[in-house]
């Protein structure tokens, strides 16, 4: 028995993705998948056209995070890092939640010109337990990636001494011992 030839239709296998994906142009969303829409408890109605910012537990996380990351997509054209986002709507309003997100610029010399993005809900391996300040949440992110206090600092463009000012206010929210154990609890929630 031969199986019946499946026509591939791109609309559909990007609506059905079983994770977000999102078109941008100007920081701004001009489609969304079904998944995403799930994720942040929302509508594709209600997202497109919107600026990624509605995402953002904070204007200026979504300020410095665009910041942060248009030399990295003008020099490799694709961009990754665990974040903090928050729904938008339902239930679950407001709520944080840590996500993955993967860009990829379609112009590396105006990489906020248009791209594609990826998100992936962490919250069932990684839910947020304490309640952290948008720099907290960036010094959070960069040392579950492995980098210095100041590795940290040369990225958020602050001091060591900040970022290892930052880093024991988080040991403290999270009463580790060590930055490994901070690590490890970052990544447990």
Same mark, same amino acid.
Request: hydrophobic share 35%; glycine share 6%.
């Given at each position: 028995?031969?199986p019946l030839?499946?026509?591939?239709? #791109?609309?559909?296998?990007?609506?059905? @993705?079983? *994770?977000?994906?999102?078109?941008?142009?100007?920081?701004?969303?001009?489609?969304?998948?079904?998944?995403?829409?799930?994720?942040?408890?929302?509508?594709?109605?209600r997202?497109?056209?919107?600026?990624?910012?509605?995402?953002?537990?904070?204007?200026?996380?979504y300020?410095?995070?665009?910041? =942060?990351?248009a030399? *990295?997509?003008?020099?490799?054209?694709?961009?990754?890092?665990?974040? *903090?986002?928050?729904?938008?709507?339902? +239930?679950?309003?407001?709520?944080?939640?840590?996500?993955?997100?993967?860009?990829? @610029?379609?112009?590396?010399?105006?990489?906020?010109?248009?791209?594609?993005?990826?998100?992936?809900?962490?919250?069932? =391996?990684?839910?947020?337990? @304490?309640?952290? /300040? @948008? =720099?907290?949440?960036?010094?959070?992110?960069?040392?579950?990636?492995?980098? /210095?206090?100041k590795?940290i600092?040369?990225?958020?463009?602050?001091?060591?001494?900040?970022?290892?000012? #930052? =880093?024991? +206010?988080?040991?403290?929210? #999270?009463?580790?011992?060590? /930055?490994?154990?901070?690590?490890?609890?970052?990544?447990?929630?």
């Amino acid at each position: 028995m031969t199986p019946l030839p499946i026509e591939l239709d #791109y609309q559909l296998a990007f609506e059905l @993705a079983p *994770i977000g994906l999102v078109l941008s142009r100007h920081r701004s969303i001009v489609d969304c998948n079904q998944r995403v829409c799930e994720m942040f408890g929302t509508t594709r109605e209600r997202l497109v056209g919107q600026s990624f910012q509605v995402l953002y537990p904070s204007a200026d996380e979504y300020e410095r995070t665009g910041a =942060r990351i248009a030399p *990295i997509l003008n020099k490799s054209g694709h961009y990754a890092d665990d974040r *903090i986002m928050k729904r938008v709507d339902g +239930r679950l309003k407001g709520e944080t939640f840590w996500c993955h997100v993967t860009g990829r @610029a379609l112009n590396r010399d105006d990489p906020h010109e248009a791209g594609i993005w990826t998100f992936e809900d962490l919250s069932s =391996r990684r839910p947020v337990k @304490a309640e952290l /300040t @948008a =720099r907290e949440r960036e010094v959070a992110s960069h040392l579950m990636d492995g980098l /210095t206090s100041k590795e940290i600092g040369r990225v958020l463009e602050i001091s060591h001494r900040t970022v290892e000012i #930052y =880093r024991a +206010r988080l040991m403290r929210k #999270y009463k580790a011992s060590t /930055t490994a154990d901070l690590v490890h609890k970052l990544m447990a929630g």
